[in-house]
Nanobody
Framework: QVQLVESGGGLVRPGDSLRLSCAVD??????AGWFRQSPGKEREFVASIRWFDANTRYADAVKGRFTISRDRAKIVVSLQMSRLELEDTAVYYC??????????????????????WGQGTQVTVSS
């Protein structure tokens, strides 16, 4: 399988910024994304990016604060998180699929549509 290696999690205070990275060991993804899961909650979609044109999608909760990007040369997908809030505390997972979707598709929000997953990295926002 394609291997996804995450890094960048940590403990921060409200209002701080943090950058998560996920190195993709294998073929270039068609779509890559980030999901997160807090204790007692189901895993939820955060952001996604279509590789060839960098078309992005974001969950409403993170719009304007988080930015997903990709590095074509290194095959790395990143999540720049700004103005972090207590509610952002979660384990963050990167995910990828070799498939590509139309820009209007709802697949990007569906975790079942992603074929490869990282191990997760903890982000804790605490005052």
């Amino acid at each position: 399988q394609v291997q996804l290696v995450e890094s960048g999690g940590g403990l921060v205070r409200p209002g701080d910024s943090l950058r998560l990275s996920c190195a993709v060991d294998g073929r270039t993804p068609g779509v890559a994304g980030w999901f997160r899961q807090s204790p007692g909650k189901e895993r939820e979609f955060v952001a996604s990016i279509r590789w060839f044109d960098a078309n992005t999608r974001y969950a409403d909760a993170v719009k304007g604060r988080f930015t997903i990007s990709r590095d074509r040369a290194k095959i790395v997908v990143s999540l720049q998180m700004s103005r972090l809030e207590l509610e952002d505390t979660a384990v963050y997972y990167c995910a990828a699929t070799l498939r590509q979707w139309n820009s209007g598709s709802s697949y990007y929000r569906d975790q079942l549509k992603y074929d490869y997953w990282g191990q997760g990295t903890q982000v804790t926002v605490s005052s």
